[in-house]
């Protein structure tokens, strides 16, 4: 018997002679069937929302900007939407930079994990919970491909631009009006010019720190200045100098700065905020984008077009970078929709009781704004998490008809947190939930009372329950009446 291997999978080639005996041919059956759920399993099963809040999952067969069409994982059924009628599509595995190491890390080294003391009434069950979850998780790793190296090298550099758009690079210089970066899973380098940059962060390490932002670092972004600022220092002792950016080098960053140009130490330079560019951005980077592209490496693209074709995503980005990425690789496609409002974007009132004292200062500020949060496995990078007790004030739009978002405890706190989650709009109660972290996340989604003020999101401890929790609000959304209605 011979065999032959081709790319990409190793497809066997058999010719049989009299002397061939049948059992090599059972196991090369059940290889070629492994290898075909592992092709399966690497494109990924995806839930795709569609502009009604309806959920649906499976495979993706194609995506453009005329049609998505998918085929569902029991009974093999091919559907198609419109892509006008696709709110977003989310790929459901876990975030193979964040657990797809392989290694058997124990819960309790699990950051910001809380395990409460021996011979509290939830040990025993705790215990047997989290050993289930763990077998799980672990079960899930084994199937996920390995920690790119690449994303383990030690220095990182983010691009914020114009759009909105957010890069890690390998790599980052600049080279008078022009910057050239290496993205990840290139071989080769890509350049924009500096108008479609607003800010760059240097030195950065992890996924955490690629897509939360220091606190005195946003300040900076939001404010104004006559020309570039360059921050020197760790958040919490930055230092900024005001002038132009002249050049970066892996080790030299040139600033001019009071009529002469200083060479500063890159590895002392926290970032560099591009204020110059605010009155200059190109036209394109303007217009809102109709859809916006995630990789699971903290990359968040504003994408003119899109088209999914064997098993690759093909985009164009509305600041001219072009790629072609597997699609196992896309964490989230979000499509733009009119009457789709985040809920962050409206204003937020805090309140918090004289008792709180769990977290600090920083943290608090923290609770409005979107961060990373992580449901049932599944790694989402917009969630509000707030604690118990603590409550959360929305204006609302004056056509907002409906709320919709996925709601449970964050996997940081499973299985042991519990708390009450309340969501009123006025002074009707449009719903109460007890929340545990034993048991599944689940979606809401409900009408609003015509003409209301006022969303409040209740969080509260539950009695005899001395275990902080955190319930996660993931991606909430506002949804208006269109004019028709």
Same mark, same amino acid.
């Not at 496995?377 to 509000?384: E, N, V």
């Not at 004056?398 to 009123?424: K, M, V």
């Not at 979606?443 to 003409?451: C, E, N, R, W």
């Given at each position: 018997?011979?065999?032959?291997?081709?790319?990409?999978?190793?497809?066997?080639?058999?010719?049989?002679?009299?002397?061939?005996?049948?059992?090599?041919?059972?196991?090369?059956?059940?290889?070629?069937?492994?290898?075909?759920?592992?092709?399966?399993?690497?494109?990924?099963?995806?839930?795709?929302?569609?502009?009604?809040?309806?959920?649906?999952?499976?495979? /993706?067969?194609? $995506?453009? %900007?005329?049609?998505?069409? =998918?085929?569902? +994982?029991?009974? &093999?059924?091919?559907?198609?939407?419109?892509?006008?009628?696709?709110?977003?599509?989310?790929?459901?595995?876990?975030?193979?930079?964040?657990?797809?190491?392989?290694?058997?890390?124990?819960?309790?080294?699990?950051?910001?994990?809380?395990?409460?003391?021996?011979?509290?009434?939830?040990?025993?069950?705790?215990?047997?919970?989290?050993?289930?979850?763990?077998?799980?998780?672990?079960?899930?790793?084994?199937?996920?491909?390995?920690?790119?190296?690449?994303?383990?090298?030690?220095?990182?550099?983010?691009?914020?631009?114009?759009?909105?758009?957010?890069?890690?690079?390998?790599?980052?210089?600049?080279?008078?009006?022009?910057?050239?970066?290496?993205?990840?899973?290139?071989?080769?380098?890509?350049?924009?010019?500096?108008?479609?940059?607003?800010?760059?962060?240097?030195?950065?390490?992890? /996924?955490?720190? $690629?897509? %939360?932002?220091?606190?005195? =670092?946003?300040? +900076?972004?939001? &404010?104004?200045?006559?020309?570039?600022?360059?921050?020197?220092?760790?958040?919490?002792?930055?230092?900024?100098?005001?002038?132009?950016?002249?050049?970066?080098?892996?080790?030299?960053?040139?600033?001019?700065?009071?009529?002469?140009?200083?060479?500063?130490?890159?590895?002392?330079?926290?970032?560099?905020?591009?204020?110059?560019?605010?009155?200059?951005?190109?036209?394109?980077?303007?217009?809102?984008?109709?859809?916006?592209?995630?990789?699971?490496?903290?990359?968040?693209?504003?994408?003119?077009?899109?088209?999914?074709?064997?098993?690759?995503?093909?985009?164009?980005?509305?600041?001219?970078?072009?790629?072609?990425?597997?699609?196992?690789?896309?964490?989230?496609?979000?499509?733009?929709?009119?009457?789709?409002?985040?809920?962050?974007?409206?204003?937020?009132?805090?309140?918090?009781?004289?008792?709180?004292?769990?977290?600090?200062?920083?943290?608090?500020?923290?609770?409005?704004?979107?961060?990373?949060?992580?449901?049932?496995?599944?790694?989402?990078?917009?969630?509000?998490?707030?604690?118990?007790?603590?409550?959360?004030?929305?204006?609302?739009?004056?056509?907002?008809?409906?709320?919709?978002?996925?709601?449970?405890?964050?996997?940081?706190?499973?299985?042991?947190?519990?708390?009450?989650?309340?969501?009123?709009?006025?002074?009707?109660?449009?719903?109460?939930?007890?929340?545990?972290?034993?048991?599944?996340?689940?979606?809401?989604?409900?009408?609003?009372?015509?003409?209301?003020?006022?969303?409040?999101?209740?969080?509260?401890?539950?009695?005899?329950?001395?275990?902080?929790?955190?319930?996660?609000?993931?991606?909430?959304?506002?949804?208006?009446?269109?004019?028709?209605?």
């Amino acid at each position: 018997m011979t065999v032959n291997f081709s790319y990409p999978y190793p497809l066997p080639v058999i010719r049989q002679s009299a002397h061939t005996p049948l059992v090599p041919y059972c196991i090369l059956f059940f290889i070629v069937c492994q290898l075909s759920a592992a092709e399966c399993f690497a494109a990924g099963v995806f839930e795709i929302t569609d502009t009604d809040g309806s959920v649906h999952q499976g495979q /993706l067969v194609t $995506v453009n %900007q005329n049609e998505t069409v =998918w085929r569902y +994982l029991h009974g &093999g059924k091919t559907v198609s939407l419109p892509t006008a009628s696709v709110a977003e599509i989310r790929n459901v595995r876990q975030n193979p930079y964040l657990a797809g190491t392989g290694t058997k890390t124990p819960t309790a080294h699990i950051p910001n994990r809380y395990v409460p003391q021996q011979g509290t009434n939830e040990r025993h069950l705790a215990d047997s919970l989290d050993r289930n979850r763990q077998q799980t998780l672990l079960a899930d790793k084994e199937k996920l491909p390995p920690l790119p190296s690449d994303f383990r090298r030690q220095s990182v550099a983010v691009i914020d631009l114009t759009d909105s758009s957010q890069i890690p690079v390998l790599s980052f210089r600049v080279n008078g009006t022009r910057a050239v970066f290496r993205l990840f899973g290139e071989s080769k380098d890509s350049e924009l010019p500096l108008e479609h940059i607003a800010a760059i962060r240097l030195a950065v390490t992890g /996924l955490q720190n $690629v897509s %939360q932002l220091p606190d005195d =670092w946003q300040q +900076l972004l939001s &404010g104004s200045a006559n020309g570039d600022q360059l921050v020197v220092g760790t958040p919490g002792t930055f230092d900024v100098y005001y002038g132009i950016l002249k050049d970066i080098t892996d080790e030299t960053i040139s600033f001019a700065t009071d009529g002469e140009t200083l060479p500063v130490p890159r590895k002392k330079v926290f970032g560099i905020i591009l204020h110059r560019t605010k009155n200059e951005q190109p036209p394109q980077d303007k217009k809102p984008s109709p859809a916006a592209l995630s990789f699971w490496n903290g990359t968040r693209l504003a994408v003119n077009s899109l088209e999914l074709r064997d098993g690759k995503i093909h985009w164009k980005a509305n600041a001219g970078l072009t790629g072609i990425t597997p699609l196992y690789t896309v964490e989230a496609l979000t499509f733009k929709q009119t009457n789709i409002v985040p809920l962050w974007e409206q204003t937020a009132v805090l309140k918090l009781p004289n008792v709180f004292n769990v977290f600090d200062e920083v943290r608090r500020k923290q609770i409005p704004q979107p961060q990373i949060g992580c449901l049932d496995g599944i790694f989402y990078p917009q969630c509000l998490l707030i604690p118990a007790p603590a409550e959360l004030e929305y204006m609302l739009p004056a056509n907002a008809s409906e709320f919709r978002s996925l709601i449970g405890i964050d996997d940081r706190y499973r299985p042991y947190s519990a708390a009450e989650l309340q969501i009123t709009a006025d002074t009707q109660i449009l719903g109460t939930w007890t929340l545990r972290g034993d048991r599944e996340s689940f979606q809401v989604k409900f009408d609003l009372p015509k003409d209301a003020k006022v969303l409040r999101l209740k969080v509260s401890a539950l009695a005899n329950f001395d275990i902080p929790s955190v319930i996660t609000i993931t991606e909430p959304k506002i949804i208006l009446r269109r004019n028709s209605d």
